[in-house]
């Protein structure tokens, strides 16, 4: 007899609204926390948070507000920047919703999954990093708007793109290798009776 494992993201029932809403405040404030307390560049939680967040979510908008409303929150206490720019970090930090999102919708379970977490993760800061370095070169005075300006910006963005597949790695397997833990102890296999019927 064969038993078919039952994960959160099987179930076709909708999560409660109140506990997505409670998922979504406790990631405001881990956002708003690692800006404040982590000083390393580009070593922050907010795209693996965003990755995690499309796999987990079942209401994808909610999950896109709170990293927005995070990172909002973040800056109004760090600072804010040019406007243009801001958009671009902002839009290149909700992308990795939609890699969750795939996620999701694919087996996951083993080393394929492992895999494509790392792959995504490891996509989600390239992104980052040729968006926002083509806005700072486009949207800021840091850099001449030639093609030696834009080879400059590209060249002083690697440590920042080091910083950020660390980053992406390192939380990416916390949070994805933690929602793994938990459902091993879940589903850890109970006591079985078996039923005897007397002919």
């Known amino acids: ?12 029932s909708p999560r409660p ?3 997505e809403c409670l998922l979504a405040a406790s990631i405001i404030l881990v956002i708003v926390a690692s800006r404040l307390v982590i000083d390393l560049p580009n070593f922050k939680p907010v795209m693996a948070i965003a990755l995690f967040s499309g796999f987990l979510f ?3 908008a909610l999950a896109a507000f709170a990293i927005a409303f995070g990172m909002l929150a973040a800056d109004s206490l760090v600072g804010f920047y040019e406007w243009q720019l801001a958009i671009v970090v902002y839009a290149a930090l909700l992308t990795p919703i939609l890699g969750g999102w795939i996620l999701r919708r694919r087996n996951n379970h083993g080393y394929k999954f492992a895999t494509g977490v790392l792959g995504l993760s490891s996509l989600a800061a390239i992104n980052f990093y040729v968006l926002t370095t083509l ?11 030639t093609w030696v300006g834009l080879g400059s910006a590209f060249a002083m963005g690697l440590p920042f793109l080091k910083w950020t597949l660390l980053g992406n790695t390192v939380f990416s397997a ?3 290798g933690g929602w793994a833990l938990t459902q091993q102890i879940n589903f850890l296999p109970a006591k079985q009776t078996v039923k005897v019927t007397k002919r």
């Not at 007899?1 to 076709?12: C, G, H, Q």
């Not at 806005?135 to 708007?145: D, H, Q």
Request: charged residues 20%; aromatic residues 18%.
């Open 58 to 60: 079942q209401r994808q």
């Open 174 to 176: 916390v949070l994805f």
């Open 135 to 145: 806005a700072v070169w486009g949207f800021t005075s840091w850099y001449p708007t």
């Open 1 to 12: 007899m064969s038993i078919k494992r039952k994960t959160m993201n099987d179930s076709k």
């Open 17 to 19: 609204l109140f506990q």
